[in-house]
């Protein structure tokens, strides 16, 4: 079995060897998700690969989910799920959370969009940029457009091109954002782009020649790259905490040496809150860690299900979308729908009494993955951050890429498989990708979970 999300739609895998411990489970997938696979083969016959976003591509196939609700989704065949993954840990909310929906449904009766400025626009700026210690910021639809219009205004500021990234780090659909290490030496079980230096087809080499990389957690390769491209780089932009190769945590003082190589080499540091937004606390990264950024993207959870995103920051910075001719247009930027959702979302939901229930969940299921993981001698490691969390097949802890690419892909989609044949999405699809805790999710939902891996525990070791 492989996992291959990134260009070829997902084929039937061979049936895996009637001695393999896990071939009764394959049996049992196929069995439980006909549907899902007669869904896909329709798909296909108008969509690329029959879905409408490569991650959802799946191997052997995807799940069809019909409906979905507080901590649960159904799909096409009947079966329900706990769902941990939450529309790629979207959903602090959970699904069609009440709160959210009711905002929605009273601005939806008085309009969903005009193209003119919007009194609640101005509302939740002022509450974001409090919540988040912005100066100013700008609403837009997607954390791709959020992480785009951040280095815009960063070049725009420091007149320089360049922006320096961490290999692998995912910040969206911009183009000088895919571009990495290519590993000669693929593990088993390991997503293409590990073998890619340009994540894909379609993108010159021109729209990367202005990218540089460095490692995540090394402050040294951090140093090297502003000493290779001096007066270059116009931004250093990151997940504080990479959310996007599992949880991986910033080591102690790496964040604060950061900060100082752009104060010293001029550049904009630039935080990608888009996916770690909110799930650390009410605060953003900069009040959690101590260490703020100039700039900051964010999307996902504040929408609680809808699209919305947002970029800003310093006020001299931001101010240069007036002053410095920096374009930042969008028909559907700040449209009423978006910002109903988010103002309950940030108001309604994501309080304080509710973040505690969801740290509190969240390591009531990670300690019990780590007892369970303990007792089956597995080779695995939990890592946890505020309502995240993820698992890593592997011998020793994970800090960085280099480190990722080490562990036991393969793994993890028998993971995947057994959880799912048990009525558990266990995360969002991909060994590169997290849990989250939504403010819907239960203690019978942890308790179903860690019995369902006690099952499947054994077919792992």
Known sequence: MSLDRSTQPPTPVAPLPAADPFAGEMRRFYARTAGSLSELERARRHLPAGVCSNFRMMDPHPLFLRSARGSRVLDVDGHEYIDWGLAQSTLLAGHAHPAVIEAVRRQVGSGTMTCYPHPRTADLAALVCERFRLDLVRFVNTGSEATQFAVRVARAATGRDSVLKFDACYHGNGPEFWLGKPETDLPAGAPEWMGQEIYSAGIPRALVSKTCL????????????????????????????????????????????????????????????????????????????????????????????????????????????????????????????????????????????????????????????????????????????????????????????????????????????????RGVLPQAQGPEDIWTVSVQHSDDDVETTLRAFREVAPLLA
Not at 230 to 251: D, H, K, M, T
Not at 279 to 306: N, Q, R, T
Not at 309 to 318: A, N, S
Not at 321 to 342: C, D, F, P, Q, S
Request: charged share 20%.
């Open 214 to 421: 460095a490692e995540y957690n090394d402050l040294e390769s951090v140093r090297a790259a502003f000493h290779e491209h001096p007066g270059e780089i116009a931004a250093l932009i990151l997940e504080p905490v990479v959310f996007n190769l599992g949880v991986l945590l910033p080591r102690q003082g790496f964040l604060q040496g950061v900060r100082d190589l752009c104060d010293r080499e001029g550049a904009v540091l630039i935080y990608d809150e888009v996916k770690m937004g909110c799930k650390l606390g009410l605060l953003g990264a900069g009040e959690y860690f101590g260490v703020p950024a100039d700039l900051v993207a964010m999307a996902k959870s504040i929408g609680g299900g809808f699209p919305i995103g947002l970029f800003g920051g310093r006020r001299d910075l931001m101010e240069g979308i007036e002053t410095r001719n920096v374009k930042h247009v969008g028909t559907y930027a700040a449209n009423h729908v978006g910002l109903a959702a988010a103002h309950a979302t940030l108001t309604e939901v994501l309080t304080p009494g509710n973040y505690d229930r969801m740290f509190a969940v969240n390591q009531t299921l990670a300690d019990g993955y780590r007892e369970i993981i303990a007792r089956a001698g597995l080779e695995a490691h939990v890592v946890t951050a505020g309502a995240s969390g993820s698992m890593f097949f592997s011998r020793g802890p994970v800090h960085g890429v280099a480190d990722f690419k080490r562990t036991r892909l393969d793994k993890w989609q028998r993971f995947w498989i057994g959880m799912l044949n």
